[in-house]
């Protein structure tokens, strides 16, 4: 069924707005409602296409004197879609994509609207980077509020643990400064919490020393070499330096150009492998995966940060159908390489995958209360992500992802990751992202949001 027709926003003239005010039926509407997750549908009443600062003030300023309930949208490329809520005033910050870098204070300034690849642009100009994701079309300000991680976790931490500064809009829609020196309570609460404390205009970030050139790549094998594969994985990520992250993924082929046409559409395993230090050091560190049996397909070499950033964009094309189920690991055991491997041949879509991310290392140095992230003792994210086109198979690959997260969590440490939670995932596992953090966030929210103006999200209730 089509999604209902949001009520009419009453005097939208009044709000004054530099960037445009969309309606529905006018021209842009759709295409800003529209999110990365195709099974995301709704309606805003009107969207804020917000230019800066000053026009997130006014929206928010707007909809708190009309008791209209507000969402954000910096990227859309949430699982939940949590951007975008019907009948709302959404503030669509995806014009806000603008970057200054400060190589001297090692400091990248990103406005709120910008994606993963806008910053590594501008910042490897430098042989600088930021930590962030690995899909450059995700927007910064999603990733980082909810934790984020990437190639440059095992080196520097979590995406948020590298965040210096921040600039909000409360609920009463002031402008805020959010670091350790400037409010220091809200900028805990930002390095983890979601959306629940207001309108994130910018963000800084410290930068580290990565790149221009660095080795990485995927190496893949026919699915039958699976379990000495994932034994390969578990070998060498234990054993692996900060600087070398690997990932380990089974899926059905993709009609790649790196992959050979016979092999297309048909079970594979791969590893992907991304070392950040000396190059020279880099191509000895994977050279066991090189080495390693009769690939099919190895794409594993040097190569600019940049472009390994981007490696993985066409596995998730916006559009597409997605639903994610995720846990944190604290190893990665036999037996769950086994049951690992015989869920990826039960997948249901050729565009569905599970993965095994590595990030142990600097973040397990940090105490659990270091920032609402937490999960300290995590060293692997278990991902199974299933991916289809048809509105009809919706059920069939629901369950498919439902039975392998089922089967798998056991391993797990009982902790998730908040930015993996899909729509329909309760309260429950909220707290399991956040842990023991959940208590101060809920007073940070009571001081800056008390009346939880800013809901539309993993909502952390005011104590």
Known sequence: MPAPEPPPLRDPDALKLRGPLLLPGSDGYEESR?????????????????????????????????DLLLCMKGGGHNIAGVAVADGALMLDMSLMRGVLVDP?????????????GDVDRETQVFGLAAVLGFVSATGIAGLTLGGGFGYLTRRFGWTTDNVVGMDLVT???RLVRASEDENADLFWGLRGGGGNFGVVTAIDYALHDVGPEVVGGLVAWPAHDAPKVLDLYRTMAEAAPPE?????????????????????????????????????????????IKAFGKPV????ARRPYAQLQTLLDATQPKGRRYYWKSEYLPRVEPALCAKFT???????SPHSAVILFQIGGALNRFPAEHSPVGNRDARYVLNVAGAWDDAGDDARNIEWARAAWSDM????????????????????????????????????KAKWDPDNVFRTNKNIRPA
């Open 171 to 173: 609920a009463e829609g």
């Open 342 to 348: 015989e869920h990826a041949t039960r997948i249901a």
């Open 244 to 288: 070398l992250t690997l990932v380990a993924l089974m899926r059905m082929a993709p009609p790649a150009p790196w992959l050979p046409k016979e092999i297309h559409g048909k079970p594979i395993v791969a590893l992907l492998a991304c070392h950040t230090g000396d190059p020279a050091a880099g191509e000895k560190a994977v050279a066991p």
């Open 104 to 116: 001297r204070a090692r400091v990248a300034r990103a406005q709120a609207g910008c994606l993963l």
């Open 297 to 300: 397909g190895d794409i594993l």
């Open 34 to 66: 529209t999110l990365w997750n195709a099974m995301i549908d709704r309606r805003p009443a009107a969207v804020a296409r917000c230019l800066g600062a000053a026009d997130a003030i006014a929206a928010v300023r707007f909809a708190r004197e009309r």
């Open 409 to 444: 969590r056991p391993f797990g440490t009982g902790g998730t990751y908040l930015n993996f939670l899909t729509e329909d995932e309760g309260h429950g596992r909220t707290e399991a992202a956040l842990g023991r953090n959940l208590h101060r966030l809920a007073a940070v």
